[in-house]
Each structure stands twice: as structure tokens, then as C-alpha cells.
């Protein structure tokens, strides 16, 4: 039998969904600090053959036969990842962020163990012991917060609270903090209570592999990344960890937690990790920076209060509560304007995490995308100006079409 080849003939309906994204992605700024653009020769590796594999196990030890092929594809995407970030072993299987950070608690906690982490709203992940994710329902958790003065990573708090609870696991890294992390303080504190560390460097793996970020590597026993946000790879993930680790990690991963891998994905891996190798990938990653704190910038000269007074990475976390309006709102506001954001908490929200106070900012995509210091100034005046009409729609109107007019200049990769 003959299979349709074209989606289009196949499935009009979801080809003209498709075609819909692909237009909203071009016309629209894209400022989520999770998202990216990632390259044709990636989408054509995850979009490839791999999908009709099955190969539960790993290369060399497989519980299907017709593994000649992906236990190469697996073998280069775990070289690649060793030789990237300078790590003993790599895992390449895990599904997304969350399954690695869970195959983590699998591999050397029992369930009621605790767990030191950073609370949500003060920048850490669902995984990192919230109550609503399965980590904070297994688990003992004690979380730690920023400095209220500061509004830095509070070391010592950290420390007193290892020392007072001895946690099997620390875990350092997060989704909304804007700073750069002292990985060698989070080390003594490890190794002072005798515990594993876990960083999460999901959101700044690919500032690390671009040389504008400290690595978590020589210092954490284990490091979790998802590989589609800097790193701009396919949705995936990864687990670096020492050697003496590596048989519980794989473990863990394979069959503590998952089934088989999901082979297009491992060889799109294989192709980012590849191309973060690249010159242009460092000079990707530190306009990231620059570009994110040209945003920084902007916004404080128009009175945003911004968590931490600035950014050293590739997001910033506004706190709107001196604006009067809520982040949902405005989030959605932008929204309409073609200024792609997400509403977060902010630490210490009075304010509940459907409604919280805060808007997280990132500059990855739009980096990708050819932007600089100037386009970035420029989404700080859009933003202000949709806040000072108070959310007016025609405001809104004349902003989305200024952003799809400056968008035109910037083809998607
Ligand atoms: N959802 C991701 C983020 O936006 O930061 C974290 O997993």
C-alpha cells in the first residue's frame, strides 16, 4: 500500500493549523524564555525515519534486534554531550525536563527522603519540590529562597538549611532567576552534609556551551538540561553526570522510568549538539546576554521594577505590582500586540499562580532570529507604552502592527 505523501493531502485540517503556527511564529516577537528557534537540519532530523524504531536499552545492549543504525545515532549524541560540556557520561534519553529530573530522585532517593530546592516563586521549577508536581508529593521538601534584600541566592540560608534538615539531595538551577549561580558555594554546602548535587541547567545550558555562563559540570555529581531551549535543539533532554554515577542514572532513566527512547529525537540531539559547537553558537549565546540586558535596560529607564535589578543571563523577571496591573492581563495584552511573554510569579506574590504579579521575559528566540540591542530597546518601548494606555486596544492595534512590520526584516531559520 501506498501512504499519502504529503500532509496536506492527508490531514488538510491539521496542514492548515500547521501553516497557521508557522505565520504566527514569523509575525509574532517571541520573548518566552523557554522557546527557540531551532534549525532546519534539527527539525529534519526530529521530523525523520527514527519515529518507526523501537529500542528500549542502550547501544550495545538492546531488547529489539535492527539497532545497527540508532546505536550509532545514540553513541554520537552521548560523545557530542561529553565532549560539549566536559561530562563523564551522558544520558541522552529522557523525554523532557521533568523525567530527567525525576529519573534523578529515582536513582538516589526513597520515597519520604528530603530534598533541598529552590521555591517556585522565587525562580525554581515544578520538579524542584512543589506541591503540586510529584516531587513534592513523594517527598520531603525544604526549599529555599532569595534574599529579600538582595534579591540574590541567599548561600547562607541555603547552608543553614542543609546543616538543620540533611537532605539526600540538593538541587540548584532554575527557570525564573535571573542571575548566574555560585555552583562552587552549592559544592561546599554538598559536600558539608555529605549529599548528592543536582544542577538544573535546563534554561542556561546553551549560554554554558556557548562559553557565557559558569558550567555546573566540574562541580555537580549529576546536571539535568532540557536540549530545546538555549541549547535550541529538538524537545528533549539529557543527564550529565560523573562516572560513578552513571550506572544508576541510565538505571533510572531506562527502565526505572521510561520505555524506549524516542530515536528522532536522540539524532536531532546528536545534530544541535553538533552545531553548538560552531563559533557563531558562542556569539549566539553571549548576544543572548547583551540582548537580554539591553531589554533589562530599557524597562528600568521606563520604571519597571525588575527582580534582582537586572539579568546576567538570558531572562528577565518583571514584578508589576508598582504598575498597578496584573501579569495575566498584561501578559495577555502583549499577547495581543504580537509580543509572545508568560505571567509568573514573582518572589513573595500576593497574589495566586493563576493570577500572580510578575511577567518572565527571555531574549533566546528572538536572539536566534537576528535581533540586537536596538530591537531589544525597542520591545521595552512597545511594552511601555501597552502598560501606560492601561492595557487600550487600539494602542495594542498599532503596536502588533509595528512588531509584524519589524519581524518581515528577521526570516525565521
Ligand atoms: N516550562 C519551562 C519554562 O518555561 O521555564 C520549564 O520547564
Redesign the pocket.
Known amino acids: 500500500m501506498q501512504l499519502p505523501s504529503s500532509l496536506s493531502q492527508t490531514d488538510p485540517q491539521i496542514a492548515a493549523l500547521l501553516a497557521a503556527e508557522e505565520a504566527r511564529q514569523r509575525e509574532t516577537i517571541r520573548l ?4 527557540n528557534f531551532a534549525s532546519a537540519a534539527v527539525r529534519e532530523a526530529s521530523a525523520s525515519l527514527l519515529t518507526n524504531k523501537y529500542s528500549e536499552g542502550y547501544p550495545g545492549a538492546r531488547y529489539y534486534e535492527g539497532q545497527q543504525v540508532i546505536d550509532q545515532i545514540e553513541r554520537l549524541a552521548i560523545s557530542r554531550a561529553q565532549t560539549l560540556f566536559g561530562a563523564e557520561h551522558a544520558n541522552v534519553q529522557p523525554y ?3 523525567p530527567a529530573n525525576l529519573a534523578v530522585y529515582l536513582a538516589f532517593l526513597k520515597p519520604g527522603d528530603t530534598v533541598l530546592g529552590m521555591q517556585l516563586a522565587h525562580g525554581g ?2 520538579t524542584h519540590g512543589s506541591k503540586a508536581s510529584i516531587t513534592g508529593k513523594h517527598w520531603k521538601i525544604v526549599s529555599y529562597e532569595i534574599n529579600r534584600e538582595s534579591q540574590r541566592l541567599d548561600y547562607d540560608q541555603v547552608r543553614d538549611l542543609a546543616r538543620q534538615h540533611r537532605p539526600k539531595l540538593i538541587i540548584a538551577g532554575h ?2 532567576y535571573p542571575r548566574q549561580i555560585d555552583f562552587a558555594a552549592f559544592r561546599h554546602i554538598a559536600d558539608e552534609v555529605g549529599t548528592i548535587l543536582l544542577v538544573d541547567m ?2 542556561f545550558a546553551g549560554l554554558v556551551a556557548g562559553g557565557a555562563h559558569p558550567s555546573p559540570i566540574p562541580h555537580a555529581d549529576v546536571v539535568t538540561t ?1 536540549t530545546h ?1 538555549t541549547l535550541r535543539g529538538p524537545r528533549g533532554a539529557m543527564i550529565l553526570c560523573r562516572a560513578e554515577h552513571a550506572a544508576r542514572i541510565d538505571k533510572a532513566v531506562f527502565p526505572g522510568l521510561q520505555g524506549g527512547p524516542h530515536n528522532a529525537t536522540t539524532a536531532a540531539i546528536a545534530v544541535c549538539l553538533q552545531e553548538a559547537t560552531q563559533s557563531n553558537f558562542a556569539d549566539y549565546a553571549h548576544r543572548c546576554v547583551k540582548n537580554a540586558q539591553a531589554l533589562a535596560a530599557g524597562l528600568l529607564e521606563k520604571g519597571f521594577n525588575l527582580v534582582t535589578g537586572g539579568t546576567d543571563n538570558h531572562l528577565i523577571l518583571v514584578d508589576l505590582r508598582n504598575k498597578g496591573l496584573g501579569g495575566k492581563p498584561v501578559a495577555k495584552a502583549l499577547d495581543r500586540a504580537g509580543l509572545v511573554a ?1 505571567y509568573n510569579a514573582v518572589p513573595w506574590d500576593d497574589h495566586p499562580p493563576q493570577n500572580p504579579s510578575g511577567l ?1 521575559l527571555g531574549s533566546p528566540a528572538m536572539t536566534t532570529r537576528g535581533f540586537g540591542e536596538k530591537e531589544f530597546r525597542r520591545i521595552a518601548e512597545w511594552i511601555d507604552r501597552i502598560i501606560v494606555s492601561r492595557l487600550d486596544e487600539k494602542t495594542i492595534d498599532q503596536v502588533a502592527t509595528e512588531v509584524r512590520d519589524l519581524c518581515m526584516g528577521y526570516p525565521m531559520p
Open positions: 518566552i524564555a523557554s522557546e523532557s525536563g521533568s521549577h515544578l527557570s525564573a535546563a534554561h532540557t531551549k508568560n518572565r
